[in-house]
């Protein structure tokens, strides 16, 4: 019989060697998985660590000089509050010229401040209710002066938000009595 020559050069299955391919699939169901964990980690971190703001009721700016109308208020309902340096509070009901209440200092906190907070808006609530409008209650007039911080107006903002004073404004025109009040001590 005639050997065939497969061109082996005298091998056995001759010819050349060929490697065997691999089936080069990779399972990507990990990954996929952890992408979605990682995904939804950080929506649930970022809806988290949103600030908290307090909401600031600011005037549009007047156009007109004659827009800027005095508008009267009732003084048993006016309390004023204002911000000296290194954390000094003065506060007084009514007008300055002739207070409802001597002009007294504050700390901040539940003892000081909040606690004559509290006291004034229950009987500025009272005294609302005898006039038949038991809806008004009191009007916080809060006048930073340019010595105190930022924080103190921070601050005092915080109180209003926990005593619930519905009505406040912040205004930084001190009239000449009420720079006295702040200068003293």
Do not use: H
């Not at 061109?7 to 691999?22: A, E, N």
């Not at 901040?108 to 038991?134: C, F, H, M, W």
């Amino acid at each position: 019989m005639a050997e065939l020559n497969t061109g082996g050069g005298g091998k056995k299955g001759g010819g050349k060697v060929r490697s065997k391919k691999q089936n080069s699939k990779v399972d990507l169901t990990a990954m996929v998985d952890l992408a979605f964990l990682l995904i939804t980690f950080f929506m649930l971190t970022t809806t988290l660590s949103k600030p908290q703001s307090m909401n600031l009721g600011l005037p549009d700016k007047a156009d007109k000089p004659e827009d800027n109308k005095d508008i009267k208020v009732d003084e048993n309902r006016t309390m004023t509050i204002l911000l000296g340096e290194n954390g000094k509070l003065v506060s007084y009901m009514g007008m300055i010229t002739a207070p409802l209440s001597a002009p007294k200092d504050f700390t901040y906190g539940k003892d000081g401040i909040r606690k004559e907070l509290l006291s004034r808006r229950q009987s500025v609530l009272e005294y609302s209710a005898s006039k038949g409008k038991p809806k008004n209650g009191i009007i916080v007039i809060i006048k930073p002066s340019k010595k105190s911080t930022y924080k103190n107006l921070v601050d005092i903002l915080d109180e209003m938000a926990i005593v619930d004073v519905p009505t406040y404004a912040i205004v930084n025109e001190f009239t000449p009595e009420e720079t006295k009040l702040l200068a003293a001590k």
